[in-house]
């Protein structure tokens, strides 16, 4: 079952590529970019009696279909529903980075896309990675690894030094206000110790040699709650290794994934994270606003719309109280247009997530929505205030 998971983990990334790079010759060519709809919320300035919240709320662009419409729907919503977006690329073009080239035309296209459903106004959260255990190449348009750098590890002088200019690029292409420079990187640990070691000693390069241009860039990696829950211990202690060059922790959490209820998981996570005094930011998470079963494997999916409601709730309560950077869903629509697409054709563990909207296929709203834009229509204040609470660890209500 673990490694069903996280073959789905894997797949759900190769979709969400797959999902964004289709609909950027709609782009180029139609001058959707310029399309309106909804302002960015202007937070304003709260007063002490009303409600506030203390943390962003944003969304990827992952659109539920291939279509100018299903592109036009999520500019609109992440314009009338969020005041932060998540650009996530995983892969990394090698070998124009070590020859000092122009990105492959794919990758430039993607990222264009991606960096034109920025919401005014709206803050970015970038997010990338070398990999989960070997060098990850670009989905699209990836040019093979050259000889210099095939079967290198992450600690390679080489390897170090082009995935380095590439987070300069990307600084520099996206200007994020903050940057992971890995993707739920605990998973690598799975692929063994020397390539955990190998990861580590990469991560600590590029952190302090991005701080010294970037010292008020909050940089950091990710990891996944579901599979930390599961496995504490040595991934835990692992991952300390990490803290002393990661400022914020980065969590990645599905709770249908994990079977727990997500209030032991979110406890758990307070008492073995708030040592580190660091703030929390929940960088991508969802869950299941429907019951679904796979047809082949039969792995149920236990989702329901009042669960889904209840653990929103649930982590927004917590983000107010520990005073989180930010909260981002991955996914904002059902993709079941999408999925009867290309099902012929695709492993059915791209179904995983499809249920994970706060809107249902059709577009209408499931009770997590009117969940979110209750803490979304509060303003904006981030104050100065401690971003844990050392007194207590947190317990749900």
């Not at 302002?39 to 992952?62: H, I, K, Y």
């Not at 496995?231 to 290794?241: F, R, T, V, Y």
């Not at 054709?345 to 929505?369: H, I, K, S, V």
Request: glycine share 6%; aromatic share 12%; hydrophobic share 40%.
């Amino acid at each position: 079952m673990m490694t069903i998971w996280k073959d789905i983990r894997v797949s759900c990334r190769l979709l969400a590529c797959q999902a964004g790079l289709a609909v950027v010759a709609f782009m180029l060519f139609s001058g959707i970019a310029a399309c309106s709809g909804p302002p960015a919320r202007n937070p304003g300035v709260a007063s002490v009696a009303e409600p506030s919240r203390p943390f962003r709320m944003g969304f990827t662009a992952f659109p539920h279909d291939f279509s100018l419409e299903a592109l036009a729907e999520t500019r609109q919503f992440m314009r009338a529903n969020a005041d932060l977006i998540a650009h996530h690329i995983e892969g990394v073009p090698w070998t124009e980075l070590l020859r000092e080239a122009p990105f492959p035309k794919e990758v430039l296209s993607e990222h264009e896309s991606k960096r034109s459903m920025k919401p005014p106004g709206a803050k970015v959260y970038l997010a990338i990675s070398p990999g989960r255990g070997d060098l990850k190449l670009p989905d699209k348009g990836g040019t093979p690894l050259p000889p210099e750098l095939t079967g290198k590890p992450y600690d390679d002088p080489l390897v170090k030094k082009a995935y380095l200019t590439y987070c300069r690029r990307s600084i520099e292409f996206f200007t994020p206000d903050y940057l992971a420079i890995g993707i739920e990187v605990n998973e690598i640990l799975s692929a063994g110790a020397d390539r955990w070691r190998a990861y580590v000693e990469l991560h600590h390069y590029v952190y302090r040699e991005l701080k010294k241009d970037h010292p008020r860039l909050p940089i950091f990696a990710s990891f996944t709650l579901h599979n930390m829950f599961k496995n504490p211990g040595h991934m835990l202690d692992a991952w300390a290794e990490l803290m002393p060059d990661n400022d914020l922790v980065a969590v990645s959490y599905y709770p249908f994934l994990l079977g727990e209820p997500p209030a032991k998981a979110l406890q758990w996570l307070t008492e073995k994270f708030d040592r580190f005094s660091k703030p929390y930011a929940f960088v991508e998470t969802n869950e299941a606003g429907d019951r679904l079963v796979l047809p082949t494997s039969k792995i149920v999916i236990d989702g329901s719309p009042e669960k889904q409601a209840a653990c929103l709730r649930m982590l927004l309560t917590l983000a107010e109280q520990r005073r989180f950077e930010f909260v981002v869903l991955f996914i904002h629509r059902d993709y079941d247009a999408l999925w009867d697409k290309i099902k012929a054709t695709a492993p059915e563990l791209f179904m995983a997530w499809r249920d994970c909207g706060l809107l249902d296929e059709q577009g209408n709203a499931r009770p997590a929505y009117a969940v979110w834009r209750e803490y979304f229509e509060r303003p904006l204040r981030r104050g100065t205030g401690p971003q844990t609470r050392k007194d207590r660890v947190w317990e749900p209500e």
